[in-house]
């Protein structure tokens, strides 16, 4: 069965750092685009980092330089290394895996379309509350 679970998440201070793992179980993780994305209340869903198989990666933009995604995958688990936290980084954060199609690239667009793809996993969700 597919089984994501996450980690990680929590309150933390303005400039602080956070280290978020997913662990992937029940399926073929190093062949899927992941990622992580966000959202905070009221907000929209925003994609955060992006991994592709090929070891590609793509941050969104306000996050560039203090994020750091990764992968490994003898252990099936993601990371995101977040540091230099600031309030604007509160949110719930969740994993995602997606199947590209044909010669899609691994991206951000592609991990926030995850719900509507037909191959694709994401998890709970992991709070991130950063305070100024």
């Known amino acids: 069965q597919v089984e994501l679970v996450e980690s990680g998440g929590g309150s933390v201070q303005a400039g602080g750092s956070l280290r978020l793992s997913c662990a992937a179980r029940?399926?073929?993780?190093?062949?899927?685009?992941a990622g992580w994305f966000r959202q905070a209340p009221e907000k929209e869903r925003e994609g955060v980092a992006a991994?592709?198989?090929?070891?590609?990666?793509v941050y969104e933009d306000s996050v560039m330089g203090r994020f750091t995604i990764s992968r490994d995958n003898a252990e099936n688990t993601l990371y995101l290394q977040m540091s230099g936290l600031n309030p604007e980084d509160t949110g719930m954060y969740y994993c995602?895996?997606?199947?590209?199609?044909?010669?899609?690239?691994?991206?951000?667009?592609?991990?926030?379309?995850?719900?509507?793809?037909?191959?694709?996993?994401w998890g709970r969700g992991t709070q991130v509350t950063v305070s100024s």
């Open positions: 995602v895996f997606a199947r590209a199609s044909g010669r899609e690239r691994c991206s951000l667009s592609l991990l926030i379309s995850a719900p509507a793809r037909p191959h694709a996993y």
């Open positions: 029940g399926f073929s993780y190093a062949t899927y685009c």
């Open positions: 991994l592709g198989s090929d070891g590609n990666t």
